[in-house]
């Protein structure tokens, strides 16, 4: 079934997926990061906005178009090391209720606890609008800033996705975790010196959005990879299920609520401290964990697949 394959799981290698990761999310964010201030020009010019939307979906028919063309489904853990070509011959039937085990699974929790933790989903919301509201800028100047944050997200992921497989070499599995602390701490540094001080040049701030881009990117190319790896391949589709579509979106409107519910009282500057600098150090915390649960998580899975090709392999002998 197609719907237990994750693409970048069953494609690459557990070495390379970080660098994998990190060239996908950075390229699809430098896309987008060309496209957001066009919509920004835009909003000067009488239903710009509709033309906006009307480039947005030719681009992604274009997109649909190349994927049903070129892509071609990989196996179900076909790019495990440890099931080496027996990969579906090995997999069980997958239940439903099975997806209930992910939440056992220490390091996956902790990472969607990260998720919950991870103040920096609301840059994407409230980045404009605070320039606009707090700095003074209008909605065409503020949205340049689009452009270097996306450039910098995209050095971030690529560089990143690079930084953590030469990691995997030098430190296996600690060095992501240190890795993924050290991406929450820069972030919160950069937001400290971006939205608690006044710059007059929107360039100033430019700058700061590509360094809080970079930031952000540093993320994909490790947190993707942590959960495919202690994840069954045959799960880790719903696993992203739960860490992207349902725990990411929790994030994403419970930081726009609480954001837009306390900007009135206290400011979207005092917001940003609270929620994109404290709260980003937390989340640095909380991962401290992962080097207790994370090598242990890993071995299970590497365990459980190699007594799979070993079960592969005495059937074809009989």
Do not use: C
Request: net charge positive.
């Amino acid at each position: 079934m197609a719907g237990r394959r994750s693409v970048i799981a069953d494609t690459f290698p557990d070495k390379n997926r970080g660098r994998a990761t990190g060239y996908f999310y950075g390229i699809t964010s430098l896309l987008g990061s060309f496209i957001a201030p066009v919509l920004g020009q835009l909003s000067g010019i009488p239903d710009g906005w509709r033309w906006g939307w009307w480039l947005i979906g030719g681009i992604l028919i274009v997109v649909g178009l190349l994927i049903l063309v070129l892509f071609k489904e990989p196996k179900v853990g076909g790019a495990d090391e440890e099931l080496a070509g027996a990969a579906e011959l090995a997999l069980p039937k997958l239940r439903w209720q099975d997806a209930l085990r992910l939440f056992r699974i220490p390091s996956f929790s902790l990472m969607l606890l990260s998720r919950l933790l991870s103040g920096h989903l609301l840059i994407g919301v409230f980045g404009v609008q605070f320039l606009v509201t707090e700095r003074g800028f209008s909605n065409a100047v503020a949205a340049v800033v689009l452009l270097p944050f996306g450039i910098g997200y995209f050095l971030g992921t690529v560089g990143g996705g690079l930084t953590v497989s030469a990691l995997d070499r030098l430190v296996p599995e600690r060095g992501r975790i240190a890795y993924l602390q050290a991406a929450q701490v820069i972030f919160a540094l950069v937001a400290f010196f971006r939205t608690q001080f006044h710059y007059a040049s929107i360039g100033t701030y430019a700058i700061f959005w590509a360094l809080m881009g970079a930031a952000q990117g540093l993320n994909p190319g490790v947190n993707r990879p942590i959960v495919m790896s202690v994840v069954l391949p045959e799960l880790r589709a719903q696993a992203f299920v739960i860490f992207l579509a349902i725990f990411e979106t929790i994030g994403w409107a419970a930081f726009s609520y609480l954001a837009g519910a306390l900007a009135g009282v206290i400011g979207i500057q005092s917001v940003f401290w609270w929620l994109l600098v404290v709260l980003m150090v937390i989340n640095a915390a909380v991962l401290t964990a992962l080097y207790w649960v994370y090598p242990r998580d890993r071995a299970q899975v590497r365990t459980e697949l190699l007594r799979r090709r070993e079960g592969a392999v005495e059937s074809d002998l009989r």
